[in-house]
């Protein structure tokens, strides 16, 4: 079965700031990989989907990038933050139509 | 493209009883549809799917059901208990999608002690 690492699990920046967050998976191949983001409360948005290397789709205009430099890494980046951009955020991946979640990563941008 | 509806956003019951939660589906393509469990704070966890081409499916006290017709599909929890407390999530999978989920808005379990 698969295996979904997410870090760090919470993360406070200034607005402003950078932004990495990582996701690498365990346990199988050529998996498809997930950015989701939830605000407090509410629903899991979809930010970014790959089916593979190099191959990335982006669901919402957005200040935020993904990357996907491996097979099984995949990464999240913003150059600068917005308070908008608070929330937790999911790495999940799929080798068929089953999502796995990762932990998450719960940012506070201040 | 695909958009699914979830009922209620909030259901209260008593500990013991049944809980239903509702789906609809707006493409008649789609062929799969889980629901996931998400507790306070945690990542989602798939409890249960049904892919389209089988009308209901169990494990132990929950069960899915689906309508292929009507285009809706349902999440039944029987003797509830206070760990079925969560947020509940459907979702359909478009054909020819890349097997992405489309995503409803949640439902709030509350169990009564």
């Known amino acids: 079965s698969q295996t979904i690492h997410q870090w760090p699990a919470t993360l406070v920046q200034p607005v402003g700031s950078p932004l990495s967050l990582e996701c690498t998976v365990e346990?199988?191949?050529?998996?498809?990989l997930y950015w989701y983001r939830q605000a407090a409360g509410r629903g899991l948005q979809l930010l970014f989907y790959?089916?593979?290397?190099?191959?990335i789709s982006s669901e919402v205009p957005q200040n935020l990038s993904a990357s996907r430099p491996q097979d099984r890494q995949f990464i999240l980046s913003s150059k600068k933050l917005l308070l908008s951009d608070s929330g937790f955020y999911l790495c999940?991946?799929?080798?068929?139509?089953?999502?796995?979640f990762g932990p998450g990563t719960r940012l506070t941008v201040t | 493209g695909e958009n699914v509806e979830q009922h209620p956003s909030t259901l209260s019951v008593q500990e013991g009883d049944s809980a239903v939660i509702k789906c609809t589906y707006s493409?008649?393509?789609?062929?799969?549809f889980p629901w996931y469990k998400q507790e306070l704070g945690k990542r989602p966890q798939l409890i249960i799917d049904i892919r389209s081409n089988v009308g209901e499916k169990k494990d132990q006290r929950i069960a899915v059901t689906l309508n292929k017709t009507a285009k809706h599909f349902s999440l039944h929890i029987t003797e509830t208990q206070p760990e079925d407390s969560a947020v509940y999530f459907c979702?359909?999978?478009?054909?020819?999608?890349?097997?992405?989920?489309?995503w409803g808005a949640g439902t709030k379990l509350i169990i009564k002690p």
């Open positions: 493409d008649s393509a789609s062929n799969y």
């Open positions: 790959s089916v593979g290397i190099g191959q």
């Open positions: 346990g199988t191949s050529n998996p498809n």
């Open positions: 999940a991946s799929s080798a068929g139509y089953e999502q796995y």
């Open positions: 979702a359909a999978s478009p054909m020819d999608s890349n097997y992405q989920l489309i």
